[in-house]
C-alpha cells in the first residue's frame, strides 16, 4: 500500500508550484496557426457535408477570401505598429534640428535672401564656376566662383543681373583646368529647418520652401 500512495508528494508538489504561465507566441506564429486552424475545419466541413446537399464551390472560395483579407489586414496593422515605432524614435531625435540650418545638396530656395556656401573645387581645378538652374531644370545663369576657403554668396541674379523669381533653383560647381572640365558636383548649401517628418528610412527634415531631405543626406548642422 505504501508503495502505491508514493506518488502522492509529487502529486501535491506539482499542484503547488502550479504550471508556468505560457508564454505568448509572436503575432505571426498566431496568424500561421489561425489559418492552419482554419483549413482544417473548412476540410471537416467539406467531409461531413450533405452529398445530397453539398456547399457551393463559391461558397468556399468566399470563406478562403474572407479569411485572407482578415489575415492581410492583421499583417499591415503589424507593419504600421512597427514603422510608428521606429518614427516616433527618429522624431524625437530631429526635433532638436528644427530651427537650425542643415548642409545639404538639395535644392536651394531663393527669395531674395542670399544663399552661401564653401566652393569644394577639384583638385587642380584653376576656375570655378557655379551653374544655376531652375525647377524645370533650364539654365538660368552661370557665374565664376572665386576659389580658396572664403564663402561665394549667390545673390539670386540671372546672367543680367535681374532678379530672379522665388523658387527652387539647383547649383551646381564645375570645376575647371584651362578648357578642360575636371568635374561638376552638386553644391552644398545650409538652409533652415522648419519640420521633421518620420519615415521608413529613419526621418527627414524639411527645409525652407518645403523642400524635403532625407535626414542621412544633411552633412551639418549650425545654429543661424
Not at 533650364?138 to 572665386?146: A, F, G, I, M
Not at 524639411?206 to 531631405?213: A, M, N, R, S
Amino acid at each position: 500500500m505504501d508503495a502505491l500512495t508514493t506518488p502522492t508528494p509529487l502529486v501535491q508538489t506539482t499542484a503547488a508550484t502550479g504550471p508556468k504561465a505560457p508564454v505568448p507566441a509572436p503575432k505571426a506564429a498566431a496568424i500561421s496557426s489561425d489559418f492552419e486552424t482554419f483549413l482544417k475545419m473548412l476540410t471537416v466541413q467539406m467531409q461531413n457535408q450533405d452529398p445530397t446537399n453539398p456547399i457551393e464551390s463559391s461558397d468556399y472560395a468566399v470563406q478562403l477570401a474572407t479569411f485572407s483579407g482578415v489575415e492581410q489586414q492583421v499583417r499591415t496593422n503589424q507593419l504600421l505598429e512597427r514603422l510608428t515605432g521606429q518614427g516616433s524614435g527618429a522624431l524625437t531625435q530631429l526635433a532638436a534640428w528644427i530651427g537650425q540650418e542643415a548642409r545639404s545638396t538639395a535644392p536651394v530656395w531663393m527669395d531674395g535672401k542670399p544663399v552661401s556656401f564653401a566652393p569644394d573645387a577639384a583638385a587642380g581645378a584653376d576656375r570655378a564656376v557655379l551653374v544655376v538652374r531652375n525647377a524645370q531644370g533650364s539654365l538660368v545663369t552661370r557665374e565664376d566662383v572665386s576659389l580658396g576657403n572664403a564663402d561665394h554668396v549667390w545673390l539670386g541674379a540671372d546672367a543680367a543681373g535681374n532678379a530672379l523669381p522665388a523658387g527652387r533653383y539647383g547649383l551646381t560647381l564645375e570645376s575647371w583646368s584651362g578648357e578642360t572640365l575636371l568635374g561638376s558636383t552638386p553644391v552644398a548649401a545650409y538652409a533652415e529647418v522648419i519640420e521633421v517628418r518620420a519615415s521608413a528610412t529613419g526621418g527627414s527634415v524639411i527645409l525652407t520652401g518645403g523642400i524635403e531631405v532625407e535626414s542621412a543626406a544633411v552633412t551639418a548642422l549650425r545654429q543661424p
